[in-house]
């Protein structure tokens, strides 16, 4: 992350990522970068971002499930 901004860009994409009010593509987005360039010794930093990975994921998920329950628009 040092080149690109250190840990002020990794501390923001954890607040995105763990925004629920931000779109699941935005999120996701913000993980990927996480899992590229958090250090990898970080185990605080990877659990907190596999947390999120989870409740992303399962929110995406819940989201799928009623878009097809109602039906296409």
Same mark, same amino acid.
Do not use: I, K
């Given at each position: 992350?040092?080149?690109? +901004? +250190?840990? $002020?860009?990794?501390?923001?994409?954890?607040? &995105?990522?763990?925004?629920?009010?931000?779109? *699941?593509? &935005? @999120? #996701?987005?913000?993980?990927?970068? &996480?899992? #590229?360039?958090?250090?990898? @010794?970080?185990?605080?930093?990877?659990? @907190? +971002?596999?947390?999120?990975? $989870?409740?992303?994921?399962? #929110?995406?998920?819940?989201?799928? *499930?009623?878009?097809?329950? $109602? +039906?296409?628009?």
């Amino acid at each position: 992350m040092r080149a690109v +901004g +250190g840990p $002020e860009v990794v501390a923001y994409c954890f607040d &995105l990522a763990e925004n629920d009010a931000a779109p *699941t593509r &935005l @999120r #996701q987005a913000a993980l990927l970068v &996480l899992a #590229q360039h958090v250090d990898p @010794r970080d185990a605080a930093a990877r659990a @907190r +971002g596999a947390a999120v990975w $989870e409740r992303v994921a399962a #929110q995406s998920a819940a989201g799928a *499930t009623a878009e097809r329950a $109602e +039906g296409p628009r």
